[in-house]
């Protein structure tokens, strides 16, 4: 069971885009729900989240740009993300940590950004 991420996809620097992740319902317990991105060559990094009291936590290098929601009824959480630049390019994974159902993560969804 895998959560499926969607929404990437070629942008100009300065633009937006948003990303979409759907949680299977068999899923339960979520506490977190977040995003992470792996660039070329780079380590797998955390970009933003949001927990079960609606507190929000970003990455210095987001903050400010980006935005993490959720949709409870609908088991999505997205992320609005602004002014991209060069440096967003990367594959966007959505995850979602539970009680019970541990870590679980999406297939990923590519973000390009051209300078």
């Known amino acids: 069971v895998q959560l499926q991420a969607s929404g990437g996809g070629l942008v100009q620097a300065g633009g937006s885009l948003r990303l979409s992740c759907a949680v299977p319902?068999?899923?339960?317990?979520?506490?977190?729900r977040s995003w992470y991105r792996q660039a070329p060559q780079k380590e797998r990094e955390f970009v933003a989240r949001?927990?079960?009291?609606?507190?929000?936590d970003y990455a210095e290098s987001v903050k400010g740009r980006f935005t993490i929601s959720r949709n409870i009824a609908k088991n999505t959480h997205d992320l609005q993300m602004e002014r991209l630049g060069p440096d967003d390019t990367a594959v966007y994974y959505c995850?979602?940590?539970?009680?019970?159902?541990?870590?679980?993560w999406g297939q990923g969804t590519l973000v390009t950004v051209s300078s």
């Open positions: 949001i927990v079960v009291n609606g507190q929000t």
């Open positions: 319902r068999t899923i339960r317990g979520i506490m977190t």
């Open positions: 995850r979602v940590d539970g009680n019970g159902s541990g870590t679980r």
